[in-house]
């Protein structure tokens, strides 16, 4: 996942590699649900993406998360926290927090369905 380096405030400072690497573990995820419920590989052109800003990522994140809170609801029924808002301007780290919250809903998500699918069937 992310390999912080550290600053005078001994903080990890996640930069946009990091992001990136966070949601291409997101995506490893997907396919695996996918691969579960047995849908289809996504045939789909990738979308290239050049210059977003930290904003403009940072609500395409939290999208993601609305969406795998819902995904993890409906397999799971419990809810996670929705990230906060940042008050300041939006930083690469605010966006590997709302990405690293969706993660978490859908482990949550593939856990159970995993689970479900490893139970035997009742007589």
């Not at 045939?43 to 977003?52: F, K, L, S």
């Not at 999208?63 to 809810?79: I, M, P, S, V």
């Not at 990230?83 to 159970?112: F, H, N, T």
């Amino acid at each position: 996942m992310c390999t912080p380096l550290l600053a005078a405030t001994s903080e990890p400072v996640i930069e946009a590699a990091d992001v990136l690497v966070d949601v291409e573990t997101v995506r490893q995820e997907l396919g695996a649900i996918r691969f579960v419920i047995g849908r289809p590989t996504n045939q789909q052109p990738e979308i290239a993406v050049h210059g977003a800003a930290p904003p403009e990522v940072y609500f395409q994140a939290l999208t993601l998360y609305r969406k795998a809170e819902r995904l993890c609801f409906e397999h799971t029924r419990t809810h996670g926290t929705m990230p906060v808002l940042p008050s300041g301007d939006i930083r690469p780290s605010d966006v590997y927090q709302v990405d690293d919250a969706a993660l978490e809903r859908i482990r949550a998500s593939k856990k159970s369905r995993y689970s479900r699918h490893s139970r035997p069937a009742r007589a």
